[in-house]
């Protein structure tokens, strides 16, 4: 009799048991289209929109999950990338409660981007201190490094500076000749004028520079 009632209910346990793992994983697809949402968003630059988006996203999954954490990250940047006064306060208690993050990286790299667009260089190095660069895209690792050569330019830092403008000043990049002249610049206060004149001479016809250049290359020459 027993042997009979197993038999019985054995198919309706299956029936329940796939009912259950197809509700799971319906409800895990439309979270991450959700989050494929909210990351279309970013990319297009609606950073309000995205705010709104991960917060949605983070009424429907645990606090502890990986999915709740990633939301945290993207809200964290978006309220930096919109100039919210609470964007550089959430990057931190991000940074903070998710060492361990994938995004960490990322959330070094935009809060160091953040201070360093608010001229608060010093901190911004310490910040730029924290990235991987090899975890970086291309792009964001020339970004790194020209705002590394900036900050530490400002800080007079020249050395660190140099080697920063240096390492991306002939690269095929938006920041490359703005490298070229900081470069150029800082060799022209070290008193290295033959470096000077080659980083100057590479910016000739730049209506950028066209009205300073002649005045540390006039300089260069009566000095040599």
Not at 79 to 98: C, P, Q, T, V, W
Not at 203 to 212: A, I, R, T
């Amino acid at each position: 009799m027993r042997t009979i009632q197993i038999l019985i209910f054995l198919p309706l346990f299956i029936l329940i048991h796939f009912q259950l793992k197809a509700q799971k994983t319906a409800f895990f697809e439309d979270v991450q289209k959700e989050i494929n949402m909210g990351k279309e968003l970013f990319e297009q630059g609606k950073y309000n929109a995205v705010f709104r988006q991960f917060e949605k996203i983070q009424t429907q999954v645990s606090e502890k999950s990986e999915v709740y954490s990633e939301a945290e990250y993207f809200k964290s940047v978006s309220a930096l990338k919109a100039g919210h006064a609470s964007g550089s306060k959430m990057m931190n208690k991000f940074i903070s409660d998710y060492p361990e993050s994938p995004y960490i990286n990322g959330a070094w790299f935009n809060l160091g981007t953040h201070q360093f667009d608010k001229r608060q260089y010093a901190i911004a190095l310490r910040s730029f201190g924290q990235v991987d660069r090899d975890d970086l895209s291309e792009n964001d690792r020339i970004q790194l490094q020209y705002q590394t050569g900036y900050a530490n330019l400002t800080e007079e830092n020249l050395d660190q500076a140099a080697a920063e403008f240096y390492a991306i000043k002939d690269a095929n990049h938006f920041y490359s000749r703005p490298a070229t002249y900081y470069w150029a610049h800082v060799m022209y206060l070290q008193e290295k004028y033959e470096s000077a004149l080659q980083g100057f001479s590479k910016l000739n016809g730049d209506p950028s520079y066209s009205k300073v250049i002649p005045l540390y290359v006039s300089h260069i020459y009566y000095k040599l």
